[in-house]
Nanobody
Framework: QVQLVESGGGLVQAGDSLRLSCAAS????????MAWFRQAPGKERKFVAA????????AYTDSVKGRFTISRDNAKNTVYLQMNTLKPEDTAVYYC???????????????????WGQGTQVTVSS
C-alpha cells in the first residue's frame, strides 16, 4: 500500500508559477510510474503529466507542454510538478497517482493508476 500526499497548491495570478509536490510513503516508490491529473469543477479528472519509474520518460497533455515540468526524486520518495506561466484554465484540484505495474511505457488514463492522493487546489486568477 502506498500513501500519497500532495502539497504546494494555492491562489496565484495568471503568469505566476507554482511547484506541486507529492510525497509517497513506502519503499517501493522507485518502481512506480507517477502522474499528475487535475479536475476542474463539474468536469472529469484529466491527465496532466506522467513520469516513468526510472525518470527517463515523461509525457504531457498538449495544453501544458512547454509550461509544466514533471520530475521525481526517488531518494526523497517525491514527485514534483513545476507549473509556469499559469493560466485561469489551469484552475483545478490536482491529484497525483501511482502506477504500480512497472511498465516500460506511460499510461495516461486514471483507471491505470492504483493509488491517489487527496488533491491540492490550484486557483489561477485573471
Amino acid at each position: 500500500q502506498v500513501q500519497l500526499v500532495e502539497s504546494g497548491g494555492g491562489l496565484v495570478q495568471a503568469g505566476d508559477s507554482l511547484r506541486l509536490s507529492c510525497a509517497a510513503s513506502g519503499s517501493t516508490f522507485s518502481s512506480y510510474s507517477m502522474a499528475w491529473f487535475r479536475q476542474a469543477p463539474g468536469k472529469e479528472r484529466k491527465f496532466v503529466a506522467a513520469i516513468i519509474w526510472s525518470g527517463t520518460m515523461t509525457a504531457y497533455t498538449d495544453s501544458v507542454k512547454g509550461r509544466f515540468t514533471i520530475s521525481r526524486d526517488n531518494a526523497k520518495n517525491t514527485v514534483y510538478l513545476q507549473m509556469n506561466t499559469l493560466k485561469p484554465e489551469d484552475t483545478a484540484v490536482y491529484y497525483c497517482g501511482a502506477d504500480r505495474m512497472a511498465r516500460r511505457w506511460l499510461v495516461t488514463t486514471d483507471l491505470e493508476y492504483n493509488y491517489w492522493g487527496q488533491g491540492t487546489q490550484v486557483t489561477v486568477s485573471s
